[in-house]
């Protein structure tokens, strides 16, 4: 058990490192959450203010989270920095403040996507 649950941290910390492949491992987690019954690690830090790349990625994990059943059926942690929301909410403009609704939304079970 501990190996699986470090299994899914590893391929949702994956998507910050800066490869190309945005989304694969945030599926393959999602997947293993669900077939598992583990939980499923979400993170994002402040770059998604400015970077269509972390943008996607934190996504990438709402959008697999919902088709995988990992919004409502799962344990989801966050990785953030610490002032990651709060420059969402507040110094994000128009975009950041969609993401910021997004996020909240995932966390209340209504995200239908984007």
């Known amino acids: 058990m501990f190996r699986l ?5 590893a391929a949702a910390q ?3 490192s800066g490869r190309d492949h945005v989304g694969t491992n945030s599926r ?3 997947q293993l959450a669900a077939q598992t019954g583990k939980g ?7 770059a998604v203010l400015t970077s ?30 610490v002032q990651a929301l709060y420059e969402l909410y507040h110094e994000g ?13 995932f966390l209340k079970w209504t995200y239908n996507g984007t």
Do not use: N, T
Request: charge should be negative; hydrophobic fraction near 40%.
């Open 5 to 9: 649950r470090l299994l899914i941290s």
């Open 14 to 16: 994956s998507l910050l």
């Open 28 to 30: 393959e987690a999602a």
């Open 40 to 46: 499923l690690e979400i993170e994002f830090d402040s």
């Open 52 to 81: 269509w790349k972390h943008r996607k990625a934190l996504y990438h994990y709402l959008e697999d989270g919902v088709a995988f059943g990992c919004m409502r059926d799962a344990v989801v942690a966050y990785y953030q920095d």
């Open 93 to 105: 403009g128009r975009s950041g403040r969609k993401v910021y609704d997004d996020i909240y939304s």
